[in-house]
């Protein structure tokens, strides 16, 4: 080997070092991936001469991340299927009638049996130092490697920072929303409330509630907001607030359905709609009046009178403004009863056939009169266990809310 080529060799290996320790300190200073491929780029096209190469990574999928010494621009679409499995270096030569034929190799980066990337290289020369007995490709292949594992590394810490944010975020979406519902139910001699909630997800866009309004009148209420998460979560809140602060300054029912329908219009935009059931129940008049807005219609089982569906009231909150009906429901002499209020996410749950539960099996339920005898606790045990019978291997598609009360 003669002293001139002793040197050549040298002179590669020292450009190669520069390389590696300018990559590992863009590395270290932890520089965003953008200027990571910038650097690299610069690192194969001016130091080392390399003549043609594009560096294609897998994301979510595909892209051309670097690309230079061709006149095309190559996409993700150009990529033959077969180029996304290499695990080896392999010659272009072994493909025919493709774009990359202006390259000589395709280089992978990959790890375990998943290639994260493909370099592909042209413009070499046999007699070129730096490729002999292919040390060169090895070096382009060994930088690629480190370039790709620190942007892998990046995308990880990124992706768990990510997931940490968002379950800090249910975490607390979970926490409004326990906050919705009432800490403790009614059970004495003459009043009894019950209910179940069975969320789909961490966070859902069910609420129920039960709010005394005096020692005689207490208002009882579901709904279910269209979406889910933690949108719906925090929607449901302001909500409830809304309620709440309503029902401070007024007995109506309308006035309230009304003000309400506003301000979920007001926050929504149209995007996103309410359906509520909410009523009033007087323990000394024995009265109740209702409003259902474009909810599942409760089920009142009256001892005296028997079954009924109360579906009176208006359409959807959130839809329109002003509501294009509003009616109020009126129920007299009543002091012995079981109203059973739910969600949609009940009916709609399908079965293995891909059958719904419907209102039906409800209804069905609730005529049997020993049903009325029954604890409040034990219907919902019954219905929930009916329900998880009728789904199968099933799962349930949505929150599903059960809420009963009880008097006389």
Same mark, same amino acid.
């Given at each position: 080997?003669?002293?001139?080529?002793?040197?050549?060799?040298?002179?590669?290996?020292?450009?190669?070092?520069?390389?590696?320790?300018?990559?590992t300190q863009a590395i270290n200073s932890n520089l965003p991936e953008e200027s990571l491929y910038k650097i690299y780029n610069f690192t194969l096209r001016s130091n080392l001469n390399i003549q043609k190469l594009a560096l294609f990574v897998l994301d979510d999928e595909w892209s051309c991340k670097v690309s230079f010494g061709t006149k095309k621009h190559f996409h993700r679409a150009d990529l033959l299927p077969a180029f996304k499995t290499i695990q080896d270096i392999t010659h272009l030569?072994?493909?025919?009638?493709?774009?990359?034929?202006?390259?000589?190799?395709?280089?992978?980066?990959?790890?375990?049996?998943t290639t994260l990337a493909l370099v592909f290289v042209g413009g070499l020369e046999k007699d070129d130092l730096r490729y002999e007995n292919e040390d060169g490709i090895k070096f382009i292949q060994a930088l690629s490697n480190i370039i790709i594992v620190a942007i892998e590394n990046k995308k990880l810490v990124r992706k768990q920072l990510e997931q940490e944010s968002f379950r800090k975020e249910l975490e607390i979406a979970s926490d409004?929303?326990?906050?919705?519902?009432?800490?403790k139910l009614p059970n004495t001699e003459l009043l009894k409330v019950e209910a179940s909630y069975l969320p789909h997800d961490m966070v859902g866009g069910d609420y129920y509630d039960y709010i005394p309004i005096n020692k005689n009148q207490f208002l009882i209420?579901?709904?279910?907001?269209?979406?889910?998460?933690?949108?719906?979560?925090? $929607?449901?809140?302001? %909500?409830?607030?809304?309620?709440?602060?309503?029902?401070?300054?007024?007995?109506?029912?309308?006035?309230?359905?009304?003000?309400l329908n506003f301000q979920v219009l007001e926050n929504t935009k149209g995007e996103k709609f309410i359906t509520f059931f909410a009523a009033i129940y007087d323990l000394r008049l024995k009265t109740m009046v209702y409003v259902n807005a474009g909810h599942n219609p409760p089920i009142l089982i009256d001892r005296k009178n028997g079954l009924r569906l109360?579906?009176?009231?208006?359409?959807?909150?959130?839809? $329109?403004?002003?509501?294009? %009906?509003?009616?109020?429901? %009126?129920?007299?002499?009543l002091d012995d009863f079981l109203l059973f209020c739910y969600t949609d996410g009940l009916t709609e749950t399908r079965s293995e056939k891909d059958a719904e539960f419907g209102v039906e099996a409800l209804l069905s339920y609730f005529s049997d009169e020993e049903t009325f005898n029954k604890p409040l606790r034990m219907i919902h045990q019954d219905i929930i266990v009916a329900l998880d019978t009728f789904k199968g291997k099933n799962g349930y598609n949505d929150d599903i809310t059960i809420l009963s009360c009880k008097v006389g």
């Amino acid at each position: 080997m003669t002293e001139q080529t002793l040197k050549a060799k040298f002179e590669i290996k020292e450009l190669e070092l520069n390389a590696l320790l300018e990559i590992t300190q863009a590395i270290n200073s932890n520089l965003p991936e953008e200027s990571l491929y910038k650097i690299y780029n610069f690192t194969l096209r001016s130091n080392l001469n390399i003549q043609k190469l594009a560096l294609f990574v897998l994301d979510d999928e595909w892209s051309c991340k670097v690309s230079f010494g061709t006149k095309k621009h190559f996409h993700r679409a150009d990529l033959l299927p077969a180029f996304k499995t290499i695990q080896d270096i392999t010659h272009l030569r072994e493909f025919e009638d493709c774009d990359f034929t202006v390259f000589d190799i395709i280089i992978p980066v990959t790890h375990k049996s998943t290639t994260l990337a493909l370099v592909f290289v042209g413009g070499l020369e046999k007699d070129d130092l730096r490729y002999e007995n292919e040390d060169g490709i090895k070096f382009i292949q060994a930088l690629s490697n480190i370039i790709i594992v620190a942007i892998e590394n990046k995308k990880l810490v990124r992706k768990q920072l990510e997931q940490e944010s968002f379950r800090k975020e249910l975490e607390i979406a979970s926490d409004v929303q326990q906050f919705l519902f009432p800490d403790k139910l009614p059970n004495t001699e003459l009043l009894k409330v019950e209910a179940s909630y069975l969320p789909h997800d961490m966070v859902g866009g069910d609420y129920y509630d039960y709010i005394p309004i005096n020692k005689n009148q207490f208002l009882i209420c579901v709904a279910d907001v269209s979406g889910k998460g933690i949108p719906a979560a925090l $929607m449901m809140s302001n %909500f409830q607030a809304s309620l709440r602060t309503l029902l401070r300054q007024t007995p109506n029912l309308t006035d309230i359905i009304e003000a309400l329908n506003f301000q979920v219009l007001e926050n929504t935009k149209g995007e996103k709609f309410i359906t509520f059931f909410a009523a009033i129940y007087d323990l000394r008049l024995k009265t109740m009046v209702y409003v259902n807005a474009g909810h599942n219609p409760p089920i009142l089982i009256d001892r005296k009178n028997g079954l009924r569906l109360l579906e009176d009231g208006s359409t959807v909150l959130g839809a $329109m403004h002003p509501l294009p %009906f509003l009616n109020e429901g %009126f129920v007299t002499d009543l002091d012995d009863f079981l109203l059973f209020c739910y969600t949609d996410g009940l009916t709609e749950t399908r079965s293995e056939k891909d059958a719904e539960f419907g209102v039906e099996a409800l209804l069905s339920y609730f005529s049997d009169e020993e049903t009325f005898n029954k604890p409040l606790r034990m219907i919902h045990q019954d219905i929930i266990v009916a329900l998880d019978t009728f789904k199968g291997k099933n799962g349930y598609n949505d929150d599903i809310t059960i809420l009963s009360c009880k008097v006389g």
